[in-house]
């Protein structure tokens, strides 16, 4: 018998992986259902709770479901822990890391009744839909999304200290055209007219009153147009290809978004497991 609980524990702990980790399981697909069913509750609590005719009438209610879906979840939190073969691997990554995030603020709570309401962070968990609907290759996107983000960040760099130069100067010369009188005090609050034309967002409490300034300010909104499709076709641009990724994690670190034909985790570099 005791040579056989290394085996049980492996059992157990290989079919622990399977449920919380694994989506084409019917044991992993109902548990990320059920899961996803939590999260949505529990966020929609944290947002009635903080209405106050609401927290008035079923304080008591509210308070009481968030410690349950919060113990519920900082359990779940330990089992994925448990069932890694590298559990500070996973913790630090960003599924670890926003798991813990939605369990901290009822702790924090405690000592800033306040924090509570930063539980609405759990809606992040709900990224782990892509899964259960079988769109991990949506999830597998952001990797490649994140590469050309790396890859185009000089010219992304280039491009936005160009876009801020622009506004130093447009800033300036609308600080001359205008003037004091019209709203426009000083260089600093200049440039946060020109940044707020140019990008498009247009509060509009500060606007040019001189036929020169309304030219000026024309010319900054069609030039504010083609300045928010550039960063796009940067990154765009990097994006040449995609390919195909599967639902399998890591049962090391719990790393997803692996090739179809992966053998080794692309994280840690432990074996997957194959069928």
Known sequence: MPERKPE??????????????????PAGKLFDVALIFSILFSVIIVMLDSVASLQQRYGDLFFFLEWLFTILFTIEYFLRLSCIGRPLKYAGSFYGIVDL?????????????????????RILRLLRVFRVLKLVQYVGESTFLQRALWASRRKIAVFLLSVFLLMIIFGSVMYIVEGPENGFSSIPRSIYWAIVTMSTVGYGDI????????????LVMILGYGIIAIPTGIVTSELTFTKAVSTQACPECGGEGHDVEAKHCKFCGAVLNRE
């Open 101 to 121: 995030l939605s369990i901290l603020p009822s702790y924090i709570s405690l000592l800033l009744p306040a924090g509570k309401f930063l539980l609405v962070i």
């Open 8 to 25: 049980t524990t492996n059992s157990l702990r290989q079919r622990l992986h399977e449920i919380i980790f694994e989506a084409d399981t």
């Open 207 to 218: 606007s040019p009153k001189t036929g020169l300034g309304q030219a000026i300010a024309s």
